[in-house]
């Protein structure tokens, strides 16, 4: 394969869909990345023109970073992950649900740090490779409600900095 590729985590709906066409309108090779979207992600991988799916549930560790060592593996160009899987659950700062707080960390923090982390010890391009943490407005407007989503928010947020270095 020759075009570059970006793997998009939650790449089936909503604004991973929408990075997805970007990339792809771009010339990249596209990798729509699932949990339990697997119809949107495989009409999506159609209608663009290099494209394919991968379904991996990021609750699992290991089965995140097994999806990124096997991408790196066969994509020879793999320029750009973006962690844009996330989940959002209600709870506030008045009740925290310890169950929505595990889940937020898992998926919308430690889930991409070790995909990042994963990815640029495996992928190999030649090229430019990037990591790019989607986080969203409550970093800057942080308030009561969504408060694990919004703590998880912080905690990939913080990770940003550090990757960087790597």
Known sequence: MSLPAVLITGGATRIGAAIARGF??????????????????????????????????LSDDDAAATMIAALADRLPDWRCLINSASVFEYDDATHLDAATYQQAMQINA???????????????SAGLRCVIQVTDMK????????????????????????????
Do not use: C
């Open 110 to 124: 430690l889930a991409p740090a070790r995909t990042a982390q994963t990815y640029f010890s495996k992928a190999t």
């Open 24 to 57: 792809a309108e771009q010339g990249w090779h596209v990798v729509i990345h699932y949990n339990s979207s697997a119809q949107p992600a495989e009409e999506l991988a159609s209608a663009l023109p290099s494209a394919e799916t991968i379904q991996s549930n």
């Open 139 to 166: 970093l800057a407007n942080p308030n009561p409600d969504f408060f694990s989503y919004t703590m998880s928010k912080h905690a990939l947020a913080s990770t940003i900095p550090m990757l960087t270095k790597i």
